[in-house]
């Protein structure tokens, strides 16, 4: 492809739009869990970069514009929550012990898993942070000294995981209240998870939003801690 058309900012941010669309489309025409708009996207995107051997500098042009909208669609989940204030007041010991349980189990689990498997340290530091949203998990990432590729990856790939199973896991443990599925949701699965959650309805995303903003700051608070273990 002309590199005239591929190396600048509106590339990236068209291409990664117009793949989310179509990913939606497909989705809504399908009806299949599986083949979420973030997962379609995510292949599409993969395939173009990859067949038509565009240097992935060019594509994050745009990309890395659009990666820093995230904190910004997070403010947003403000207003929902503000409407669930007194749900959130009346349920806020079990909100804020689920989600440090959920971080506490994300980031042992993480640990004892490399541990078991004989995962490399680089790589096991570059997991930690896969739980929590984009913008924080890079800056975690530099900070034990990880690959902030595979964290990039990691968070997508738990996202997904989230988006795509989160019947059979609600119907497996028995999840049956909305706050507690949006805490699952959005201690595990982040940004891409609440996206979903928004749509289960406005409790779910609420809850979904407020532990995305939970879990990345007792994720990043711990991190000392966390590197102690480490060693």
Not at 122 to 142: A, F, H, N, Q, Y
Not at 187 to 214: P, R
Request: aromatic letters at 6%.
């Amino acid at each position: 492809m002309p590199e005239i058309l591929t190396n600048n900012i509106f590339f990236g941010i068209i291409t990664t739009v117009a793949a989310f669309a179509l990913g939606r489309l497909i989705n809504r025409k399908t009806g299949l869990t599986i083949l979420n708009p973030f997962l379609v996207a995510f292949l599409i995107l993969m395939a173009m970069v990859l067949l038509l051997d565009i240097p992935l500098d060019h594509y994050m042009k745009g990309a890395a514009w659009l990666e820093q909208m995230l904190p910004v669609s997070i403010i947003l989940l403000a207003l929902p929550l503000y409407r669930q204030r007194g749900p959130l007041h009346f349920h806020k010991v079990a909100i804020i012990a689920g989600i440090t349980a959920g971080v506490i189990t994300n980031v042992v689990s993480t640990i004892l898993l490399c541990r078991l498997f004989g995962l490399d340290d680089v790589l096991l530091r570059s997991l930690i942070p896969r739980s929590i949203t984009t913008p924080l998990g890079m800056l975690m990432v530099e900070s034990l000294s990880g690959v902030s590729s595979i964290t990039m990856i990691t968070i997508i790939v738990n996202g997904l995981f989230g988006v795509i199973f989160y019947t059979p896991i609600y119907t497996v443990f028995r999840i049956h209240h909305p706050i507690a599925q949006g805490v699952a949701m959005g201690t595990t699965s982040h940004a891409i998870g609440t996206g979903k959650a928004l749509e289960l309805g406005e409790v779910i995303g609420a809850m979904s939003g407020l532990a995305i903003v939970l879990t990345g700051l007792i994720t990043v608070l711990s991190y000392p801690l966390i590197n102690m273990i480490l060693g």
